[in-house]
């Protein structure tokens, strides 16, 4: 059985630019949720999909967005990006509340 | 809401040495616990869960953690450490509630060094 698969899994993008990741979860699992990891300020919820709509939802700013399409596959996406949110963007699928499976991650470096 | 401290952000150890990573928490409803564990550029990996039952919970590679209500702590051991253990091991918590996972609250982390 495949894993989630993260694409890209590396990214340099301008500031004020805006980006798209891409996150394929486990087969059959149809909850995908998105964390940001920064040595700053560590591993943050941004949110989480259920059956294409939004379940939680983190703090951060309307810049982050994300969906989920009917196969569960799942998109985030940033806008008017800022040094900050140069980070590793992990995303996790579950089929259970009892556990999450997650990515490699894409490395999001904003120049 | 929940939130997690993991005690020590630097472990160093000598190879085939015990170790204790520790993790507590605080919560004001029930939980699930974790121990993931995280080598340079890759994703999380799980490495034990308590969900319910027995306090002493068993994981890959030779880990395990013990629940300890009373405390608020979920310690993660191992008897025997080995180079490939070097790695950052993460604690976190969700709640019991709903049907799907949720948010998963993570610990900043600890960074296990094994030192030959």
């Known amino acids: 059985k495949a894993g989630v698969t993260q694409t890209p899994r590396y990214l340099i993008k301008t500031r004020g630019q805006q980006v798209t990741l891409s996150c394929s979860p486990i087969s059959g699992h149809r909850s995908v949720s998105w964390y940001q990891q920064t040595p700053g300020q560590g591993l943050q919820f941004l949110f989480e999909y259920f059956s294409e709509t939004q379940r939680n939802k983190g703090n951060f700013p309307g810049r982050f967005s994300g969906r989920q399409f009917s196969n569960s596959r799942s998109e985030m996406n940033v806008s008017t990006l800022e040094l900050g949110d140069s980070a590793l963007y992990l995303c996790?699928?579950?089929?259970?509340?009892?556990?999450?499976?997650f990515g490699q991650g894409t490395r999001l470096t904003v120049v | 809401a929940q939130s997690v401290t993991q005690l020590d952000s630097q472990v160093p150890v000598f190879e085939e040495a015990p170790v204790e990573l520790r993790c507590n928490y605080s919560?004001?409803?029930?939980?699930?616990l974790f121990w993931y564990v995280q080598y340079p550029n890759q994703g999380l990996q799980l490495l034990l869960k308590?969900?319910?039952?027995?306090?002493l919970v068993k994981g890959i590679n030779g880990f395990e953690a013990e629940f300890n209500k009373s405390q608020t702590s979920f310690h993660l051991r191992k008897p025997s450490v080995h180079i490939s253990d070097t790695a950052e091991y993460f604690c976190a918590v969700s709640s019991k509630r709903g049907s799907t996972l949720g948010r998963l609250y993570f610990g900043r982390g600890t960074q296990l060094t094994v030192w030959p």
């Open positions: 996790a699928s579950s089929q259970s509340n009892t556990e999450a499976f």
């Open positions: 919560s004001s409803v029930s939980v699930y």
């Open positions: 308590y969900l319910s039952g027995s306090t």
